[in-house]
C-alpha cells in the first residue's frame, strides 16, 4: 500500500498511531473452516452438490447433497434473484455457509451462500471503510516488526497478532468474548498507547529564570506542622523552579481542606524578588489568599492584591501579585518568573494561556503552576502526568469530623431540630437547591418556592446564586453576620466559612459524587464536628450511600468514574468523555503503573 493512500484512510478512520490501527480490533470472526459434523443451531460451512432447483410462492427451494455426510439439506431463498438462480444450477458444487435446523426431520439451511474462499477464520471490520481497504491497512502496519518496534513485548506482540490473525500463529483466538489473559493485554496496550500519546503533545521550554531561594525558614515559622504530602509538594516545587533549561510546568492536587494554600505561599518564597503571579477565580478567593500571604510570608516579602474593585499594594513593585483575571487587563504587568493559576478548572485554556504570554520573552516562559482542589483518581494522575507533572495533597492538617447521610421527607423534622441546635451554638447553616425559579422538569423545590418557609421561621436568612451580581458581597456579609444560607452550587469553591457546621443539598442524586464532595468539603473547615445531609426523594440510593461511606476525594474520584464515563485532562483540565474501551481507570492502577513504567525505560534508553 502506497503511504499517501495509507495516510488518507488513517485520516478518514480519524487514528494517529500504529497502535491506535492495532486497536481497531474485528467486530467478529467468520468460521468458513468445513464442518466435521451437523450441529443444528449453528451457522455452519460445508460442500454441497445441487440435486435440483424448484420454484414456489417467490420461494426458490435447492436440494443439496452433502456429502462428507451422505445427506441432503434444502436451501431456502425467500428474496431469490436472477444471481441465484444462475449460481446453483443442477449439478454444481458450491462451499455454503448458513445456519442448519431441523424441519420435519429434513436439514434446512436458510438463505445459504456460496463462498468463494474458505478453510479459514476471517476477521470481519466495521469502520468508515470498505473492509477491504481495512484489512489492507492491517496487513501492512499491524505486523510482528512494527509492533516490536513501538515498545510492545512478546506477549503482547503474539495476542494483537491472534486478533488480528486468528487462523495465524501457535495462539488461536476465534471470538470477541476474549479471555482473562487477552483482555489484561488490551487494558496494558491502550494504557501504553494513551501515555505515548500525550507525552508527544508535552512542549516543554527554558524558563525565565532559576528560582532558587530557600522555603526552610518560611516552613519553620509556620505556628503548625505541614504534612508530609505538604512538604513532599514543596520539594518536588523546589526542584521544578531551581531548572532554568526547563520551566515547570506541574499540577497540585490536593484534596478538600488539604492545604495547598502552604504550598502556593511556599512557590512564591521561593521566587522570593524575582516575582511570583496567582490568578484566582474570584475576588473572595483572590482576597483570603491574599489575607493568608499577609499573615504568614515573611514581613519582607511585598504583597499586592489586583481586583476591579478594592485593589490593595502596587503590584508594579510587589514581589507576589494575588488577583483575579483582573490580571490580564494590566497592560504594565511586571516580568514574573513564576505565574500560578489557583482552581485551574474555573479558566478557560485561553486566559491561563494568557496570563502566561503576557510576562513570557520570546521562547522563555515563566515556570507555571496550576492547582485544583477537585481530586482525580491516582490511575488518572499517573497518566496525565506525561502531559504534565502531577503532584497529590491526600493528606489532612487535622481530622475532619463530618458525618454524612442521606435522609428523605421523613427526616425532615429531626433535621430541623439538628439546625436549631447548631444555630443556637452559634454556627451556620447551608442549604444547596438544584434551581432558582421553579421548574415542573425537577420534583424539587428551588429557591424562590423555599426561601419564605426559612425566612419566616429564622433571622439571619441570605440568598445567593450564580446569576447573583452581588454573590461575592453576599457570601461575604454571610460569613461575618449570616446564620442560613440558600444558594446554588456557587457555593461549590472558594469561600471560606469557618463557623459553617452542616450542609443540606437538596436532590442530591442529581449530582455528581465530584461536586457532592466539594460541597460537603464547605464544612468542618476548622476541625468543628459537622453534618452533610443528603435530601432525595429517593434515599436508598446506593450511590449517594456509597458517598456517605468514603470521606476521602480521591476514593470519591474513583467511585465517580463507576458511576459515569472517565475522564481526561488536556493541559491541565479535566473533562468528561474521555472514554477507554478496555481500560477502567477505577480498578487498573496496577495496568497503568507498568504502562507508564515501561514507556519511561523505553525513553531513557533513547
Not at 446453483?88 to 445459504?112: A, C, D, M
Not at 474458505?118 to 470481519?124: D, E, F, S
Not at 461536586?515 to 468543628?528: E, Y
Not at 470519591?556 to 481500560?583: E, H, P
Request: with cysteine; charged share 30%; hydrophobic share 40%.
Amino acid at each position: 500500500m502506497e503511504e499517501a493512500e495509507a495516510k488518507r484512510l488513517f485520516r478518514k478512520l480519524r487514528i494517529r498511531t500504529l497502535l491506535d490501527l492495532a486497536l481497531w480490533l474485528p467486530s467478529k470472526y467468520e468460521d468458513t473452516r468445513l464442518a466435521e459434523r451437523i450441529e443444528e443451531g449453528k451457522t455452519q460451512t460445508l460442500e454441497a452438490v445441487v440435486e435440483s432447483v424448484d420454484s414456489r410462492s417467490g420461494q426458490l427451494r435447492v436440494r443439496f447433497r452433502l456429502p462428507a455426510f451422505s445427506r441432503v439439506a434444502t436451501g431456502v431463498f425467500f428474496r431469490a434473484t436472477p444471481y441465484h438462480y444462475r449460481l446453483f444450477e443442477v449439478g454444481s458444487r458450491h462451499i455454503i455457509q448458513g445456519k442448519v435446523t431441523s424441519y420435519n426431520g429434513w436439514l434446512q439451511i436458510s438463505q445459504p451462500r456460496s463462498l468463494k474462499e474458505y478453510g479459514r477464520i476471517l476477521p470481519r471490520y466495521k469502520s468508515p471503510l470498505k473492509e477491504s481497504e481495512l484489512r489492507a491497512l492491517v496487513e501492512t502496519y499491524v505486523t510482528e516488526r512494527n509492533l516490536y518496534a513501538e515498545g510492545l513485548e512478546s506477549r503482547e506482540v503474539e495476542t494483537l497478532l491472534a486478533l488480528h490473525y486468528p487462523d495465524r500463529g501457535s495462539r488461536r483466538i476465534e471470538s470477541t468474548d476474549y479471555d482473562g489473559e487477552a483482555l489484561e493485554v488490551l487494558k496494558f496496550v491502550e494504557a501504553y498507547n494513551h501515555l505515548r500519546k500525550l507525552c508527544k503533545k508535552r512542549h516543554d521550554f527554558p524558563a525565565l529564570k532559576a528560582l532558587e531561594n530557600d522555603p526552610s525558614a518560611f516552613i519553620a515559622s509556620l505556628p503548625f506542622t505541614l504534612t508530609g504530602d505538604q512538604k513532599r509538594a514543596i520539594e518536588a516545587v523546589r526542584r521544578d523552579l531551581c531548572r532554568k533549561e526547563r520551566a515547570a510546568k506541574r499540577m497540585i492536587i490536593g484534596d478538600v481542606g488539604s492545604g495547598k494554600t502552604m504550598v502556593i505561599l511556599a512557590a512564591a518564597v521561593i521566587a522570593g524578588s524575582d516575582r511570583s503571579l496567582l490568578m484566582a477565580p474570584t475576588s473572595i478567593l483572590a482576597r483570603q489568599l491574599y489575607d493568608e500571604a499577609r499573615k504568614h510570608l515573611p514581613p519582607e516579602m511585598k504583597v499586592a492584591l489586583v481586583l476591579q474593585r478594592g485593589s490593595e499594594g502596587d503590584y508594579r513593585e510587589a514581589d507576589f501579585v494575588i488577583g483575579t483575571h483582573a490580571l490580564l487587563y494590566k497592560e504594565d504587568l511586571p516580568r514574573a518568573a513564576l505565574v500560578m493559576v489557583d482552581e485551574q478548572h474555573r479558566f478557560g485554556t485561553r486566559q491561563r494561556a494568557l496570563l502566561e504570554a503576557l510576562v513570557s520573552e520570546g521562547e522563555r516562559r515563566p515556570h507555571y503552576l496550576q492547582f485544583s482542589a477537585t481530586p482525580i483518581p491516582r490511575t488518572q494522575a499517573m497518566m496525565e502526568s506525561e502531559l504534565i507533572d502531577v503532584t497529590l495533597i491526600e493528606e489532612i492538617p487535622f481530622e475532619k469530623r463530618i458525618h454524612s447521610r442521606v435522609i428523605g421527607r421523613q427526616g425532615f423534622p429531626a433535621l430541623l431540630k439538628q439546625i436549631e441546635a447548631e444555630l443556637e451554638a452559634e454556627h451556620q447553616v447551608l442549604i444547596v437547591y438544584p434551581l432558582v425559579e421553579e421548574s415542573e422538569e425537577i420534583p424539587y423545590q428551588s429557591i424562590d418556592e423555599a426561601r419564605g418557609f426559612w425566612e419566616k421561621r429564622y433571622k439571619g436568612v441570605y440568598i445567593t446564586h450564580g446569576k447573583d451580581r452581588d454573590k461575592e458581597a453576599v457570601l461575604t456579609e454571610f460569613r461575618e453576620k449570616g446564620k442560613i444560607l440558600l444558594a446554588t452550587t456557587v457555593i461549590e469553591v472558594g469561600i471560606s466559612l469557618p463557623r459553617l457546621t452542616t450542609i443540606v443539598i437538596v436532590g442530591a442524586e442529581r449530582l455528581g459524587l465530584a461536586t457532592l464532595h466539594q460541597l460537603r468539603g464547605r464544612v468542618g473547615r476548622n476541625g468543628l464536628e459537622s453534618w452533610c445531609y443528603l435530601y432525595s426523594h429517593h434515599p436508598d440510593n446506593e450511590r449517594l450511600r456509597r458517598f456517605c461511606e468514603t470521606p476521602s476525594g480521591f476514593e470519591i474520584a474513583r467511585l465517580d468514574l463507576k458511576y459515569r464515563d472517565s475522564g481526561d485532562i488536556v493541559d491541565g483540565t479535566i473533562q468528561s468523555g474521555q472514554k477507554f474501551r478496555w481500560l477502567d481507570l477505577a480498578e487498573d492502577e496496577r495496568i497503568v503503573r507498568a504502562a507508564k513504567e515501561r514507556l519511561g525505560r523505553l525513553s531513557e534508553a533513547g
